[in-house]
Structure formats: C-alpha cells, structure tokens
C-alpha cells in the first residue's frame, strides 16, 4: 500500500457538488493507493502508521505531534493513480494499481483499522469523480509505503 500524506488546516472531497467529506485541521489528508499484494495486515499497518506519525505541529517541548497525540482528523481518499507508472512514453500505466474489488475492501480497512484506534475519519467515495480541496500546512507532505 502507498499513501501521500498532507498536513492540512481543511480539506474536503466532493462528488457532484456535494460535499462527502471534510475535516477541520490541524490533520491529515491522505490518500491511498492499493496494488494486488496488499493484504488486511497492510491495512492496518498503513493505519496505525498514519495515526501514530509525528507531521502535526511540535508541542511546547518542540517535539512533532502525531493524530493520535492530538485526537486530529484524517481524511482518507481512494486513489489508484498512485501506482501509475509514467516512466516510458506519455501514457502512464495503471498495472501495478489493484482492481476495484481488491483496491475498495484495504482501502475500507484502513479507515476501519483508523476508527477503531480512536480517529475521527471522513472519506472521499471509492470509484467517484471526486474534487479534493485542501489547506496544504507548510506545505508538508510525505510518501509512505507499507
């Protein structure tokens, strides 16, 4: 599993106009990428890493604050274009992406595996034509693989 993650003030997701999503920061923005290895264990490790990763603001001891230090939002987007592949020619090639049925239960499993540690978490809608809006604070953003 691949997920970008952004530290945001705001984000929101929506699908026809309709907002489905939206978190109030500091948190995180996240979105993730599945391929055909990835297993439930994955899931929840993707999950308790996004949860316990020091990108929040430090503390008044400057140390960086995590989402479960804080209690801070997550909102967790479905995105198989992070396993594109653009290196030859102009046309990226989506065969390392998970299909559908694969991609949508892990991607389901990490926002599960992310409640059940404590976190608020709102989502963008699997396979939609979603528009992420979001406050990138920094910018910071981060890749992370599991």
Same mark, same amino acid.
């Given at each position: 599993?691949?997920?970008? +993650?952004?530290?945001?003030?705001?984000?929101? +997701?929506?699908?026809?106009?309709?907002?489905?999503?939206?978190?109030?920061?500091?948190?995180?923005?996240?979105?993730?990428?599945?391929?055909?290895?990835?297993?439930?264990?994955?899931?929840?490790?993707?999950?308790?890493?996004?949860?316990?990763?020091?990108?929040?603001?430090?503390?008044?001891?400057?140390?960086?604050?995590?989402?479960?230090?804080?209690?801070?939002?997550?909102?967790?987007?479905?995105?198989?274009?992070?396993?594109?592949?653009?290196?030859?020619?102009?046309?990226?090639?989506?065969?390392?992406?998970?299909?559908?049925? +694969?991609?949508?239960?892990?991607?389901?499993?990490?926002?599960?595996?992310?409640?059940?540690?404590?976190?608020?978490?709102?989502?963008?809608?699997?396979?939609?034509?979603?528009?992420?809006?979001?406050?990138?604070?920094?910018?910071?953003?981060?890749?992370?693989?599991?």
């Amino acid at each position: 599993m691949r997920a970008v +993650v952004q530290r945001v003030t705001e984000a929101r +997701v929506t699908v026809a106009g309709e907002t489905v999503g939206a978190i109030e920061g500091p948190g995180l923005c996240v979105l993730v990428g599945v391929t055909h290895d990835d297993t439930p264990a994955k899931a929840a490790r993707l999950a308790r890493k996004l949860w316990t990763l020091r990108l929040l603001p430090a503390n008044d001891e400057g140390v960086e604050q995590s989402c479960s230090d804080l209690g801070a939002p997550l909102l967790v987007i479905s995105q198989f274009t992070l396993y594109g592949d653009a290196r030859k020619g102009r046309r990226p090639t989506w065969n390392a992406a998970a299909p559908g049925p +694969v991609a949508e239960p892990l991607v389901d499993e990490v926002v599960a595996q992310l409640r059940a540690l404590g976190a608020k978490v709102e989502t963008g809608r699997f396979g939609a034509d979603m528009q992420v809006a979001l406050v990138n604070d920094g910018p910071f953003t981060v890749l992370v693989e599991v």
